[in-house]
């Protein structure tokens, strides 16, 4: 259970991506994210109103170096 979305992350970090997982203590299942950082995709761990930030930050800064 909970390694769906591990499948994802892992094409997600092969296509050069970078992965956001929710912090399992805050999630209603924390099996999903559990999975992705112990598979080793997750590049930040961070509570669910702190990942539209990061993803806003990793755009602004990505654009920077293309």
């Given amino acids: 259970m909970g390694t769906n979305g591990t499948a994802g992350a892992r094409a997600i970090k092969a ?8 912090s ?3 999630a209603e ?3 999903m ?11 930040q ?3 669910p109103g702190d990942i539209g930030p990061a993803i806003v930050q990793y755009v ?7």
């Fill in 29 to 31: 299942f924390p099996a």
């Fill in 45 to 47: 761990v961070l509570a």
């Fill in 15 to 22: 296509a050069g991506g970078v992965c956001f997982a929710q």
């Fill in 33 to 43: 994210p559990t999975s992705l950082i112990h598979a080793g995709y997750a590049d």
């Fill in 60 to 66: 602004k800064h990505s654009s920077l170096d293309a």
């Fill in 24 to 26: 399992p203590e805050s």
